[in-house]
């Protein structure tokens, strides 16, 4: 059965700083790219970042983030990172972690190649987590 889990959400004061976790299994961890996507009130779903397999290693960020935030996997625990500092009332979303096969992982390839956001196509993907809550106070 597969499992996609993300944790680490909370409310924290602009200006600080969170670590989601977003926690799988079964399948094959390092086949898969995964991505962060969120998704604020009223507004739709938004890729954040996206990291690639351990054979080729490629990040993305969106523009929104970049410098702000850093995505990271840990293949021994199946498991992806996104480390946000800086945080402003703009962050709150919900926020989603996926896993996706072939097609995603070309896409983080070509997103970081080109600097263009290329992997924040959701249906790219093929594993969803039922989200968390990141809520930045002003």
């Known amino acids: 059965e597969v499992q996609v889990a993300e944790s680490g959400g909370g409310l924290v004061q602009a200006g600080g700083s969170l670590r989601l976790s977003c926690a799988t299994s079964?399948?094959?961890?390092?086949?898969?790219?995964i991505a962060w996507f969120r998704q604020a009130p009223g507004k739709g779903r938004e890729g954040v970042s996206c990291?690639?397999?351990?054979?080729?290693?490629?990040?993305y960020y969106a523009d929104s983030v970049k410098g702000r935030f850093t995505i990271s996997r840990d293949n021994a625990k199946n498991t992806v990172y996104l480390q946000m500092y800086s945080l402003n009332p703009e962050d709150t979303a919900v926020y989603y972690c996926a896993a996706g096969g072939r097609q995603a992982r070309q896409s983080c390839r070509n997103s970081q190649y080109y600097s263009h956001s290329y992997y924040d196509v959701p249906t790219l993907y093929d594993y969803w987590g039922q989200g968390t809550q990141v809520t930045v106070s002003s």
């Open positions: 079964g399948f094959t961890f390092d086949d898969y790219v």
């Open positions: 990291i690639g397999t351990s054979r080729d290693e490629a990040t």
